[in-house]
């Protein structure tokens, strides 16, 4: 974090990444000093409400993030911005978005938790687009003009006022990581999850839980190493407390709902029981603890990398263990969508990993219910979540080391790599296909 007085001093000059948080109000005219070099400006967490016409000065600039100030309306400047790739004003009090405010180049746009009822049809126009956060707004319909982002992969919708899933969603080439939850057209399923999942599951008195250090934070939630006291004895755990207010994926409800409706499966998380009579009613899970040599198989994406996940530059996989962590997640995603759940954020950074490739799907905060039974709708999601799993297997593949006699196996599985990243959602297999053929794969490298 940078300070005014040494904005005014010069000292930041030269710098490419500048972050002021000093209960701004204006915006500081000194940054334009910073023109030549200035690329990722942070004014997140002062009290700005509008930013001064002649913005494009700073004609380098990339990224612009004015999360948690008071902006009623995304500023039209932006749309004049002719470098600016990445937008971000979370948690404002924007009601309006122009079709002005939308930079030429934009890449990702991140507007959740603000007071929006209606995006411009000119949003269509966005051909860069490929990450849209509007969890946590007041949406009651999106522009059928989206469907012209054809580059759009992530998308965020939660917590809205939606009362129907747009059909044409489903059908966007390269959407691949999809949140819906939290919308009057789940509610129902949503209750009822928590309702049956609640009856299913025991209740676990906070005075029963003693927690130890911190594991680990999301959006939606912290997690503790603890111990739970029942019948004289003392059993490891993990307790999750959520953090109960709107997170970039949804609701901490919806994610609750979720992890209940999916129940057990080998390389699920299994959950326990859910916190009860915490001192300030936080809601909360009690889980299975995790093996301390489980590690998270790549970080989340950067600001350059937008969607897909970075990986240590020397993690490799021999084919054995990328088939298994491929296999794992094939076989959650087939199970999770055979309770009507799809995990929507289906990555590599949220897979915890045995240093053997033992796999484990974890983090449902961008996690969507939809009525199992409906067939046809569970048939397009895993398509669309399929190119999630592509995309991971892709990762995999990348850093495989197979030695000569094993090409033939690894080109097999470029082309279900390959069948899952299609452009058209329909050719994508299922979930069920995708666990089949790896475990064929696995058993033709154990022969």
């Not at 932006?78 to 939308?102: D, E, H, P, T, W």
Request: hydrophobic content about 45%; overall charge negative; glycine content about 8%.
């Amino acid at each position: 974090m940078h300070t005014l007085e040494q904005l005014r001093a010069g000292a930041l000059a030269g710098l490419p990444r500048v972050a002021i948080n000093a209960a701004l109000t204006e915006f500081p005219t000194a940054l334009y000093q910073l023109a030549d070099h200035l690329e990722v400006l942070d004014l997140s967490g002062n009290a700005l409400r509008a930013l001064p016409d002649d913005l494009p000065r700073l004609h380098k600039l990339r990224i612009l993030f004015c999360s948690d100030n008071q902006f009623t309306e995304l500023p039209p400047v932006l749309g004049q911005c002719q470098s600016l790739r990445m937008v971000g004003f979370k948690a404002n009090q924007i009601r309006s978005v122009s079709a002005q405010s939308l930079p030429p180049l934009l890449r990702w746009l991140t507007l959740t938790d603000n007071q929006i009822t209606e995006l411009p049809e000119s949003i269509g126009q966005c051909a860069h687009l490929q990450k849209l956060m509007l969890a946590g707004n007041r949406l009651r319909a999106l522009p059928p003009s989206l469907a012209a982002c054809q580059r759009l992969e992530l998308l965020r919708i939660a917590a809205n006022g939606l009362t129907v899933l747009p059909a044409w969603l489903l059908d966007m080439p390269r959407l691949a990581w999809l949140a819906f939850a939290g919308n009057p057209f789940c509610a129902a399923l949503e209750e009822q999850a928590l309702a049956q999942g609640g009856a299913a599951l025991p209740d676990i008195a906070w005075s029963a839980l003693h927690l130890h250090e911190l594991l680990g934070e999301g959006a939606s939630g912290v997690i503790y190493r603890a111990t739970h006291f029942a019948d004289g004895a003392a059993q490891a755990t993990a307790v999750k407390l959520f953090k109960g207010a709107m997170t970039s994926d949804g609701l901490p409800r919806s994610e609750m709902a979720a992890c209940l409706r999916g129940g057990r499966h080998a390389h699920l998380i299994p959950v326990r029981g859910r916190v009860s009579a915490h001192p300030q009613g936080i809601d909360g899970l009690v889980m299975d603890l995790m093996d301390a040599a489980c590690t998270n198989l790549a970080g989340p994406p950067s600001l350059d990398s937008c969607t897909r996940d970075i990986y240590a530059a020397e993690r490799r996989f021999d084919l054995a263990t990328a088939l298994r962590i491929a296999t794992g997640m094939a076989s959650a995603a087939r199970h999770l969508h055979g309770q009507g759940v799809i995990h929507g954020d289906l990555y590599a950074h949220n897979t915890l990993t045995s240093p053997h490739g033992q796999a484990t799907l974890g983090d449902f905060g961008a996690a969507s219910l939809y009525p199992f039974e409906d067939v046809a709708l569970g048939e397009k999601l895993q398509q669309l979540e399929a190119r999630a799993f592509g995309c991971l297997l892709e990762e995999l593949l990348e850093r495989v080391d197979a030695p000569a006699a094993l090409q033939p196996l690894l080109a097999q599985l470029k082309t279900l790599q390959a069948c899952c990243l299609g452009d058209l959602p329909a050719a994508r297999p299922l979930f069920a296909e995708m666990e089949a053929a790896l475990l064929q794969a696995q058993s033709g490298l154990d022969r």
